[in-house]
């Protein structure tokens, strides 16, 4: 067996380098071979693909990436592991380590000095602390990313899946799927990693959206109108549209917008899709 795939040698492993899983980073490891190759499967990588990978650890995954793709750059935040993880991945002369926080790093500029502008496929094993934050930073900066192939806590996976006037659907299910089409890769058990979280995980892919889903006057505007429907989820969407001066709308513009697209007024944020909440957007900047 190989020594990533086992608890107790990547337990030894890191003893060996007088290294501690911290988990104030999200350090679990993963070892479980067959989840390694379905997220590899996933991204679907061939000899000329670039990969990003984000927060590589003890570089399982980085192994398993290295073997089929063209190039692969792995950002880890953790300066204490990046001497034992470039011994790990020593026999891959396609790796490249960067030890610099993922949230700060200009993603534009790293692919253009890594990647030469070629199409990028990210592959993450996410620290689950920061998955939104993460998420949006690669949908939102857009430097060429193709498709996003991520571990992360089932629950978030659930909210990036589900479907409008579901509970599991929220703010961050229309941010994501505005600017990407997610689908279930696998669901994951705790004991896949060392050590085991508290949760089961999931791994979804995200596929770039060449052209946005829907037709916006003004994408601020769009995100706005989002915020507000579910930052009181519980209210209608009239009361909290109309409490949300970033929208600049009174109450009696809402509701005529609302009335004549053929939505009661009492309806609730929840249930807009992603095409509701660009008519509503649409229509209020119209009557303004
Ligand atoms: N990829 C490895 C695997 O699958 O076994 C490790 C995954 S572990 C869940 C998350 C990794 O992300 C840890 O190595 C952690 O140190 C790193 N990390 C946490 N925050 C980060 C950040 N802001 N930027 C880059 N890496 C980060």
Redesign the pocket.
Known sequence: MDKFHSSKSVRKNMAEHGLKF?KS??????TDASVLSQIVAAADLDKDSCVL??????G???RELAHVAGKVVS????KN?IPLLTENTAEFSNVTIIN????RVDLEKLFSEQFGGKAVKVV?????Y?TTPIIMKLLEEKPGIESIVI?IQKEVAERLLAEAGSKAYGAVTVSVNYYAKPSAVCLVPPEAFVPPPKVWSEVLKLDVLDDAPVQLKDETHFFNLVKAAFGQRRKTFLNSASNFPALGASKEDIRKVLLSLGFPETIRGESFSISDFAAISNALLEQN
């Open positions: 911290q980073l999200g350090q679990n490891f993963l990978e984000i927060g590589p650890g003890a399982a995954l980085t950002v880890e935040i953790d592991l610099e926080d993922i949230l993450a094993n996410l620290p689950y920061i571990m």
